[in-house]
């Protein structure tokens, strides 16, 4: 099986549009660590206006830890589009390339090709998120250093210098869960069709459906909502409140890890199922 899934990961990093989120995230990332490092001042200042006649707040509040949260904040959303780049082209490449009854000629089961393709297509979004945890996060108390971490969450928090990294980790840790979700829906409209680009609109389409879904004030939708992925998918900011509700992040968690495997064992299925005509 470790053969299969380092062959899956040289076929998946020796196609173009896999460094398509690599790259973007290693030039958003600078720029907005840029445009923080001339206007960073004033962003604190506007977030902490209301306190300023109160308290007197010192210390260093612009850092590296306030920069990576804002970044996470404001690149998570997009992130998703560059997961199913991979995650909509893995099956349905090979269909595309007719190369299908040449792979499955190999002394391997219909079973260990696909979990190979799962588990590769999986290493690679825990791949994109290191990257970004560490240009983010790294880099930045790298650049502004560390201290105490600002938390807006309807009320301002301040976290204390050494109560910020444990809170970082587990957002990480989450958001693999979050973005891993991602990868299976994409994953499983990938064992659908023939062309990589289906998976791809197809995925990004059911998350701004349920997205829209989730927001319209309909009570028999506002019920269905919490089964909705989309609706935990930013969970990973529950560990930036205090105190942190453990059992939120554990029933989104629960929810989200049910729709990867049920979409591995769903996609699984229609594999080996699957009639390879090319």
Not at 206 to 227: G, H, R
Request: glycine share 8%; with cysteine; hydrophobic share 55%.
């Amino acid at each position: 099986m470790s053969t299969l899934i380092y062959v899956e990961l040289q076929k998946i990093f020796k196609k173009w549009r896999t460094y398509i989120g690599i790259i973007a995230i290693g030039v958003l990332v600078p720029i907005v660590q840029a445009a923080l490092y001339f206007t960073g001042d004033g962003y604190i200042k506007s977030l902490t206006r209301g306190f300023q006649d109160s308290f007197l707040i010192v210390g260093n509040l612009f850092n590296g830890y306030l920069v990576a949260n804002l970044i996470l904040n404001s690149l998570f959303i997009h992130i998703p589009f560059l997961i199913v780049l991979v995650g909509g082209d893995l099956l349905a490449s090979e269909a595309t390339a007719g190369t299908y009854r040449m792979l499955l000629t190999r002394p391997v089961s219909r079973f260990q090709v696909v979990t190979a393709k799962f588990l590769a297509g999986f290493i690679y979004v825990t791949a994109l998120l290191a990257w970004l945890a560490f240009l983010s996060l790294g880099v930045s108390c790298l650049i502004f250093g560390t201290g105490e971490l600002l938390s807006f969450r309807g009320k301002l928090i301040i976290f204390a210098a050494d109560d910020v990294l444990w809170r970082f980790a587990s957002a990480y840790l989450f958001a693999m869960l979050s973005m891993g979700t991602v990868f299976a829906v994409s994953f499983f409209f990938s064992s659908l069709v023939e062309n990589a680009i289906g998976p791809i609109v197809a995925t990004m389409a059911l998350i701004i459906i349920l997205a829209v879904l989730s927001a319209l004030p309909v009570d028999f939708l506002q019920n269905l909502s919490p089964y909705f992925f989309t609706s935990h998918m930013t969970l990973w900011n529950n560990f930036f409140n205090d105190p942190v509700d453990y059992a939120d992040v554990l029933r989104s968690g629960l929810v989200l890890g049910g729709h990867i495997l049920g979409l591995y064992l769903i996609t699984t299925y229609i594999f080996l199922k699957k009639d390879i005509l090319s």
